[in-house]
């Protein structure tokens, strides 16, 4: 064996362990962040505790939920907007985000602010609840009628007058 040989292996077995180590460290670097990530996805922090302050933001009718993201991170309410496009898309509130102003706290989690923005306008709510209400009164008309005009029993007497039933007592 010569000595080229023997620094040859040498250095060609220290550039595999660094490798190596460089791969291992990448890898960990990778499953930690990726950790922390899924962590946040259900357990973000607001951006600040106790009363914080109240920002205003516009949501267009065309904008994404990346962009709705974007604005909530330009106005300091998330930390991050690739994390709320999958609380988004992993909340029960998945497309329900209506477009308008929305008055939302620093104080907020993501998931309460996403169920501002999806609930629904308070004109829709008040004119869903008048139909409701129509239907609710039209409904009881409908049944008052149908209990004043079912209230003769087959043999035409009502319940309660005294005549004789098909067994011949009498009900009192």
Same mark, same amino acid.
């Given at each position: 064996?010569?000595?080229?040989?023997?620094?040859?292996?040498?250095?060609?077995?220290?550039?595999?362990?660094?490798?190596?180590?460089?791969?291992?460290?990448?890898?960990?670097?990778?499953?930690?962040?990726?950790?922390?990530?899924?962590?946040?996805?259900?357990?973000?922090?607001?951006?600040?505790?106790?009363?914080?302050?109240?920002?205003?933001?516009?949501?267009?009718?065309?904008?994404?939920?990346?962009?709705?993201?974007?604005?909530?991170?330009?106005?300091?309410?998330?930390?991050?907007?690739?994390?709320?496009?999958?609380?988004?898309?992993?909340?029960?509130?998945?497309?329900?985000?209506?477009?308008?102003?929305?008055?939302?706290?620093?104080?907020?989690?993501?998931?309460?602010?996403?169920?501002?923005?999806? #609930? !629904?306008? +308070?004109?829709?709510? =008040?004119? *869903?609840? $008048?139909? %409701?209400? /129509?239907?609710?009164?039209? &409904? @009881?008309?409908?049944? #008052? !009628?149908? +209990?004043?005009?079912? =209230?003769? *029993?087959? $043999?035409? %007497?009502? /319940?309660?007058?005294?005549? &004789? @039933?098909?067994?011949?007592?009498?009900?009192?």
């Amino acid at each position: 064996m010569d000595i080229k040989q023997v620094v040859g292996s040498i250095i060609e077995t220290i550039i595999k362990i660094v490798a190596v180590f460089f791969l291992v460290s990448f890898v960990y670097d990778a499953a930690i962040r990726a950790y922390d990530f899924g962590y946040r996805v259900f357990a973000e922090e607001p951006m600040t505790i106790g009363e914080g302050r109240t920002i205003s933001i516009y949501v267009e009718p065309d904008d994404s939920v990346m962009d709705i993201g974007k604005n909530l991170v330009d106005k300091g309410l998330i930390r991050d907007a690739n994390l709320f496009f999958v609380q988004e898309l992993l909340s029960e509130n998945h497309g329900k985000i209506n477009p308008g102003i929305y008055d939302l706290n620093t104080s907020m989690k993501s998931d309460e602010m996403l169920a501002i923005m999806a #609930a !629904e306008p +308070e004109g829709a709510e =008040e004119d *869903g609840k $008048d139909k %409701a209400a /129509e239907s609710g009164e039209n &409904a @009881d008309k409908e049944g #008052a !009628e149908e +209990e004043n005009s079912g =209230e003769a *029993g087959e $043999d035409g %007497a009502t /319940e309660g007058d005294g005549e &004789a @039933d098909e067994g011949g007592e009498t009900e009192q």
